[in-house]
């Protein structure tokens, strides 16, 4: 057995040495501590963010963000979609009005000048062509289609010879009834004019028959006028033939009345001579009026022809699918 002194002496030994081992112990914890908090430091985004705070919120604004383009590019998608369907249906009616209507409208408007004369006279009505093309393309809306059209010169070149057409129409429609009216303003009192003509050359038979008068011309004269008067009654008068009026009975009398000098010296004849004047002047008015008109109706034509030509030149410059 240990004297007391070696086991004051002992014990003294084992607690420094606890001491030791705890003051090591603590030194370790606090090195420890000290890495953990570097490590932890280190881990942190300016040092102030953790990566994993940091990785949360890049997901969820990526994953945000990635939406919005999704919906942009479907949206997208959907317009150039819709402005394809646009392009389709606007050529739709286009193509209609190309190859369609404008056909239509200038052989119309050539058979009707070509038809047209003195004895015709201009109907009453136009040349018609029913369609609804182009009230539908006037509900497109334009500021749509000009953006769905990437070609922007030959589309506003096709808009505006698409307007010209159109517009055309109706100014044609003012003017045929401004010539209509004034046909008849020529050609009611012209035909009045006819009928008191031949009332006079009868009445000239009749005269010549019972006066006699003593001219060496009148017998001649008064045969020429009686065939012209039952010609007229035969194969005129029942028929619209002016031009053949005019050329086979009005001038030949009127040449005849004036070379024989009848006109000087009988009564009914001087008559004769100045109401063929008056109907010459007349018939020509008309005749001038007409021959006018025929000659717009084939600048119609050709204003339609011409355009047909320009839309087609400018549809084919354009993308349409």
């Not at 942190?44 to 963010?49: A, H, N, S, W, Y």
């Not at 047209?116 to 009505?125: A, K, L, R």
Request: glycine share 2%; net charge neutral.
């Amino acid at each position: 057995m240990l004297p007391d002194s070696t086991y004051v002496k002992s014990e003294k030994i084992n607690s420094d040495s606890l001491r030791e081992i705890v003051t090591s112990q603590q030194e370790v914890i606090s090195k420890l501590t000290e890495t953990i908090n570097q490590v932890t430091l280190n881990d942190k985004l300016f040092g102030l963010f953790s990566y994993d705070t940091v990785f949360t919120v890049a997901t969820t604004l990526s994953i945000f963000i990635l939406g919005i383009l999704i919906d942009r590019f479907i949206k997208n998608c959907e317009i150039k979609e819709d402005r394809k369907e646009l392009r389709l249906f606007f050529k739709t009616f286009l193509d209609r009005i190309i190859d369609s209507t404008c056909d239509k409208l200038s052989k119309s408007y050539k058979d009707f000048y070509q038809s047209i004369d003195i004895d015709s006279g201009i109907p009453t009505t136009p040349p018609k062509i029913l369609t609804g093309d182009f009230d539908r393309l006037n509900r497109i809306d334009d500021n749509k289609l000009f953006h769905a059209i990437k070609e922007k010169e030959p589309f506003s070149k096709l808009l505006s010879n698409i307007d010209f057409v159109e517009r055309l129409i109706p100014e044609i429609d003012r003017y045929h009834a401004h010539c209509r009216k004034e046909s008849d303003i020529l050609r009611t009192p012209l035909q009045e004019m006819i009928n008191d003509y031949m009332d006079l050359l009868a009445d000239y038979v009749e005269h010549v028959r019972v006066t006699n008068p003593n001219y060496p011309h009148c017998a001649e004269f008064r045969d020429q006028v009686n065939d012209a008067v039952i010609r007229y009654h035969r194969d005129i008068s029942r028929t619209r033939q002016l031009k053949k009026f005019y050329r086979e009975i009005l001038r030949p009398i009127q040449e005849k009345v004036i070379e024989t000098n009848i006109f000087r010296v009988d009564q009914k004849g001087f008559q004769i001579a100045d109401l063929g004047k008056r109907i010459s002047y007349q018939y020509n008015y008309l005749k001038r009026l007409v021959i006018e008109f025929k000659l717009d109706y084939r600048k119609f034509y050709n204003y339609t022809k011409d355009s047909k030509e320009k839309l087609n030149i400018e549809r084919e410059k354009i993308t349409w699918r």
